[in-house]
């Protein structure tokens, strides 16, 4: 029931509202905001209310700043090892509720229940690769740089970091940025999507179930005013971001100023480019995965194709294809794509597929109108395909987000690298042949930071990073992989010697001999 959503603590006042109310978690309690103002969160296939998420206060705000702040000097000093068990721990206790969680991602977001434990299933990976923070985040040993003189350089935590989330992937991304920056040793504040809160509250219920100390993980809500408190506080450290270019580069024009680290990441339009030697089944199945799977609302969606010769006349297959895609509620098990985040985000869609339209691309397939069976009320949109799109069109420049595929063509690989390296984003491109040296030319001139070659969503695991480019990203180290944990750390570097001191005084600048 709704009621029992929130496991620890049930007696709370947040808990007794109807629809009960997201609570803040300040110094280890989960607490109810005393603002007056809420946003409901809402059941996207069918308009329900679910909950209601607060807009956190400033009082409220500066008091979770002080907790995290207070909790940083034992949090840093606890051992590694110590900090590395407790995500030991949190990946067990993940693994545990990960059905739980991911039925709260589909009634909180829409994405199917299959697609909503994938969702949990990639920030999992993050908890696990966590678990190995103390080889991840070693120094550097120079001995003897000079006689009897060493070098070495330490990787430290900067102290309280905060993280600020997007609807699209309610529990991976949040589990991008918090497992990293706390196993560094750092203290955590998480300012979760206003649209769908939910597991950041159950993932904070585990990590304080797993061992947590009070204070180390934060977690308040909010819009635009808790994000620029959240920029502004000189007492946080570094941002970690998530979300629309609009949101980004004001959180990193804004918080950079105030010098904090950022790393933002934002829109994108990934193109997928079709060879004609490709394995056309393969491929085709790839598309429509990557077109309409989360209903387009993927960062790394394939939103794009570029046909090239003769893999053109594919696009009526697509189609059919397309037509054969169950649109259903995602708590439904034959659901192949549930509806979309908001009547907002709807209208955006279809209004930039009509744009699409009135500038002569081709509709080959319309699913704005839609109507889903015991689902009349809510955001759905079948698989829709535009043609004959070209480079000027609003459709192809402004970031769709829905699951419409946008259809090009091109004469030559050289043709299709040229569109792809022309769009201003750069997060993720893809190629589909049988070439080897196709594939070869296509990975060293494409510009985008995540290359595909016959992979539609090529989404590194954590080992590495997810390194969007160009309008993608903002700043110079990525999510998660080495460049996370160096975003999470600063380094130290020492030089120490031990030896029998010689005499006499030199004012020159040393110099090793
Ligand atoms: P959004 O930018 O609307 O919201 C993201 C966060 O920013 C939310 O927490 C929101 O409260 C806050 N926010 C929004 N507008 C703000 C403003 N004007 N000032 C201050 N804060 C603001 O993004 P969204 O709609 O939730 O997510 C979809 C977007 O996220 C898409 O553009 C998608 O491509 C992108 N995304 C990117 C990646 C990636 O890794 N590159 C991953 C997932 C999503």
Known sequence: SANSRFSTATESSFNRRTPPRVPNLIGGAFVDSKSTSAIDVINPATQEVVSQVPLTTNEEFKAAVVAAKQAFPSWRNTPITTRQRIMLKLQELIRRDMDKLA???????????????????????????????????????????????????????????????????????????????????????????????????????????????????????????????????????????????????????????????????????????????????????????????????????????????????????????????????????????????????????????QSGVDSGAKLLLDGRNIVVPGYEKGNFIGPTILSDVTADMECYKEEIFGPVLICMKADSLEDAINIVNRNKYGNGASIFTTSGAVARKFQTEIEAGQVGINVPIPVPLPFFSFTGSKASFAGDLNFYGKAGVNFFTQIKTVTQQWKDLPGGVSLAMPTSQ
């Not at 909503?116 to 991840?136: I, K, P, Q």
């Not at 120094?139 to 430290?156: C, F, L």
């Not at 480019?273 to 598309?287: G, Q």
Request: with cysteine.
């Open 103 to 353: 039925k709260n991602i589909t009634t909180e977001q829409g994405k199917t229940l299959k697609d909503a434990n994938g969702d949990v299933f990639r920030g999992l990976e993050v908890v696990e690769h966590s678990c190995g923070m103390a080889t991840l985040q070693m120094g550097e040993y120079v001995p003897n740089v000079a006689n009897g003189i060493d070098t070495y350089s330490v990787r430290e935590p900067l102290g309280v970091c905060a993280g600020i989330c997007p609807f699209n992937f309610p529990a991976m991304i949040p589990l991008w940025m918090f497992p990293v920056a706390v196993t560094c040793g750092n203290t955590f504040i998480l300012k979760p999507s206003e649209k769908d809160p939910g597991a950041s509250i159950m993932l904070a219920e585990l990590a304080m179930e797993a061992g947590l100390p009070h204070g180390v993980l934060n977690i308040v809500h909010g819009t635009n005013d808790i994000v620029n408190a959240i920029c502004d506080d000189d007492n946080i450290r570094a941002i970690s971001f998530v979300g629309s270019n609009t949101a980004g580069m004001h959180i990193y024009g804004r918080a950079s100023a105030k010098g904090k680290r950022v790393q933002s990441n934002m829109g994108a339009k990934n193109h997928g480019i079709v060879m004609p030697d490709s394995n056309k089944e393969a491929t085709l199945n790839a598309l429509l995965a990557a077109g309409f799977g989360a209903a387009g609302q993927r960062c790394m969606a394939l939103s794009t194709i570029v046909f090239v010769g003769d893999s053109e006349s594919w696009v009526n297959d697509l189609v059919e294809r397309a037509k054969g895609l169950k649109v259903n509620a995602g708590i439904e098990p034959d659901a192949d794509l549930g509806p979309v985040i908001s009547k907002e985000a709807k209208e955006r869609i279809c209004r930039l597929v």
